[in-house]
């Protein structure tokens, strides 16, 4: 992963990727958006859809990064390039994909985390059929992508889509075809919260790790969708507690028969959900309970803090069992419309209809080259 290398008309390069015929040529552009010569980048956050699992990924480009795009034109293709960050040889693969795009109803900064709630009133689908994702040799550095046939991929549009300026919204849904890991280059304000903990799990997890709450820094901005996870006991019950502020000093539960485990926050909220064992895991690995939050995309919220714990509930041949995670300070970062681009991505839907709604990442985006005319 790298900062994008500014483009200018007089480039040409993007016809090894398109496979556009000289012929229509005349009168084509392409632009990376944004300038990024002083963006920094982040790995790459989540499988791109097609490549080895379904899923939906909408994509949401602010004025900023189109500023190189007249007003109105015409586009013509969209392509993506690998993530330099893994420099592991990529194997060939391919993908059913399905592309629709339209001038979004809101901005970046605002957007949902259900897909439809995000595009305009014309939406268009500009794709839909296979796409072959090239056999990429191992890299010699992290800069080494570039938009040339082993690095990227391009969708070409069946009709040029209108743009008129505002906010793009790229919505993209794909299965694997022939599965490969196939990472894509994303861009990022780099702009995070901050998570501190606090006491210690109990209960039989206890023999794993003491931390047993988990969620990225990442998510702690404004209108981002926070992952809240837990490892507990397998086929159990998951309580998350929300609330303000910590209980000092904490309440043991000693008296409810959890020896051993402490209240750490004074609930002002709380959302259950089931403790599961994903995948194939072995007969004493822990359940995983989780939970998403979305947050208001509000600007009054950056800097502000909100505690949280789990309580894990599971039941033995003498009765039900209690125990608790660490507890969690979260600590919220970023700011409003500070970077204009913001992904929504679905979880994995292998073997189901392409999913309705998706977690938010405001400020995060794959970096993309768009052709028009």
Same mark, same amino acid.
Request: aromatic share 6%; hydrophobic share 40%.
């Given at each position: 992963?790298?900062?994008?290398?500014?483009?200018?008309?007089?480039?040409?390069?993007?016809?090894?990727?398109?496979?556009?015929?000289?012929?229509?040529?005349?009168?084509?552009?392409?632009?990376?958006?944004?300038?990024?010569?002083?963006r920094?980048?982040?790995?790459?956050?989540?499988?791109?859809?097609?490549?080895?699992?379904?899923?939906?990924q909408?994509?949401?480009?602010?004025?900023?990064?189109?500023?190189?795009?007249?007003?109105?034109?015409?586009?013509?293709?969209?392509?993506?390039?690998?993530?330099?960050?893994? $420099?592991?040889?990529?194997?060939?693969?391919?993908?059913?994909? #399905?592309? !629709? &795009? *339209?001038?979004? =109803?809101?901005? /970046?900064?605002?957007?949902?985390?259900?897909?439809?709630?995000?595009?305009?009133?014309?939406?268009?689908?500009?794709?839909?059929?296979?796409?072959?994702?090239?056999?990429s040799?191992?890299?010699?550095?992290?800069?080494?992508?570039d938009?040339?046939?082993?690095?990227?991929?391009?969708?070409?549009?069946?009709?040029?889509?209108?743009?008129?300026?505002?906010?793009?919204?790229?919505?993209?849904?794909g299965?694997?075809?022939?599965?490969?890991?196939?990472?894509?280059?994303?861009?990022?304000?780099?702009?995070?919260?901050?998570?501190?903990?606090?006491?210690? $799990?109990?209960?039989?997890?206890?023999?794993?790790?003491?931390? #047993?709450? !988990? &969620? *990225?820094?990442? =998510?702690?901005? /404004?209108?981002?969708?926070?992952?809240?996870?837990?490892?507990?006991?397998?086929?159990?019950?998951?309580?998350?507690?929300?609330?303000?502020?910590?209980?000092?000093?904490?309440?043991?539960?000693?008296?409810?028969?959890?020896?051993?485990?402490?209240?750490?926050?004074?609930?002002l909220?709380?959302?259950?959900?089931a403790?599961?064992?994903?995948?194939?895991?072995?007969?004493?690995?822990?359940?995983?309970?989780?939970?998403?939050?979305?947050?208001?995309?509000?600007?009054?919220?950056?800097?502000?803090?909100?505690?949280?714990?789990?309580l894990?509930?599971?039941s033995?041949?003498?009765?039900?069992?209690?125990?608790?995670?660490?507890?969690?300070?979260?600590?919220?970062?970023?700011?409003?419309?500070?970077?204009?681009?913001?992904?929504?991505?679905?979880?994995?839907?292998?073997?189901?209809?392409?999913?309705?709604?998706?977690?938010?990442?405001?400020?995060?985006a794959?970096?993309?080259?768009?052709?028009?005319?």
């Amino acid at each position: 992963m790298r900062p994008t290398t500014p483009c200018t008309a007089a480039v040409f390069v993007w016809v090894l990727a398109t496979g556009f015929s000289t012929a229509r040529l005349v009168g084509q552009h392409v632009v990376v958006p944004p300038d990024a010569a002083t963006r920094d980048a982040i790995d790459s956050p989540d499988p791109f859809p097609g490549t080895y699992l379904t899923s939906r990924q909408q994509v949401l480009l602010g004025p900023s990064w189109l500023t190189s795009l007249p007003q109105p034109c015409a586009l013509l293709s969209v392509s993506f390039r690998r993530d330099g960050a893994d $420099a592991r040889a990529l194997a060939a693969g391919s993908g059913q994909l #399905t592309l !629709r &795009v *339209s001038s979004a =109803a809101v901005a /970046p900064a605002r957007a949902a985390e259900r897909f439809e709630s995000n595009h305009g009133s014309a939406v268009t689908t500009v794709f839909a059929g296979t796409v072959a994702f090239p056999a990429s040799p191992a890299l010699a550095h992290r800069d080494e992508p570039d938009w040339g046939p082993q690095h990227s991929f391009t969708l070409a549009f069946s009709a040029p889509f209108p743009y008129a300026g505002g906010t793009l919204c790229l919505d993209i849904a794909g299965s694997p075809l022939q599965s490969t890991r196939w990472p894509v280059d994303y861009h990022s304000d780099l702009l995070v919260g901050r998570v501190q903990r606090r006491g210690a $799990a109990c209960g039989p997890v206890r023999t794993v790790t003491s931390k #047993t709450a !988990r &969620v *990225s820094d990442w =998510a702690l901005r /404004p209108g981002s969708s926070i992952r809240l996870s837990v490892l507990g006991e397998r086929s159990g019950a998951a309580v998350l507690l929300l609330g303000t502020s910590f209980l000092t000093p904490p309440l043991p539960l000693d008296f409810v028969g959890a020896t051993g485990c402490e209240l750490h926050v004074q609930p002002l909220l709380s959302l259950s959900t089931a403790s599961s064992v994903r995948g194939a895991r072995g007969p004493n690995h822990p359940g995983v309970g989780e939970i998403v939050v979305h947050m208001p995309g509000e600007p009054g919220i950056v800097g502000s803090d909100i505690v949280a714990q789990w309580l894990n509930v599971a039941s033995t041949t003498y009765g039900l069992r209690l125990s608790t995670s660490d507890a969690l300070q979260l600590t919220f970062g970023g700011g409003l419309g500070s970077y204009d681009a913001t992904t929504v991505t679905s979880e994995r839907a292998d073997g189901l209809p392409v999913p309705l709604a998706g977690r938010v990442a405001a400020g995060h985006a794959p970096v993309v080259r768009i052709a028009y005319r």
